[in-house]
């Protein structure tokens, strides 16, 4: 017997519906933020953003849009049945953009200084999706 392994279980993996509109536009080289001015709600916008400000010095900027396609994509969650913990799996293409912002956040908290916050986020990508975690760091 296994004595690390949760008896309980883990909840079944969340995955985002799609937004086929945006993905498209953001796929084709549409600017990000017209993608996001368009669509608010698609996180993968607000993390191209981010990722975007983060390569130029722009770390308060990634910050803002970080956050903002984390908090998009944790209202989508909870829309999808997400109860605050469990797999969001990376392999489900629609649920990058909020793994992405995520990451992102983490990079953006770190360079801006808030560390604890950037420690969480960090902690909170591993968990939802180890892979996410290993593609997004490499």
């Not at 990376?90 to 990058?96: A, C, F, K, L, Q």
């Amino acid at each position: 017997m296994d004595l690390q392994q949760n008896l309980l279980g883990e909840p079944p993996a969340t995955h985002l519906n799609e937004t086929p509109e945006a993905a498209e536009a953001l796929a084709a080289g549409t600017d990000p933020a017209e993608v996001a001015a368009r669509f608010p709600a698609y996180s993968a916008a607000w993390a191209a953003l981010a990722e975007r400000a983060f390569e130029a010095g722009e770390d308060v900027a990634a910050y803002a849009y970080a956050r903002t396609g984390y908090h998009r994509g944790l209202d989508q969650l909870r829309g999808a049945g997400w109860k605050g913990h469990g797999p969001i799996p990376w392999e489900h293409e629609p649920n990058r953009g909020f793994l992405r912002a995520l990451h992102m956040l983490a990079s953006a908290a770190e360079a801006i200084g808030e560390t604890e916050e950037a420690r969480r986020c960090s902690t909170f990508l591993r968990e939802s999706s180890a892979t996410a975690a290993e593609a997004l760091n490499a």
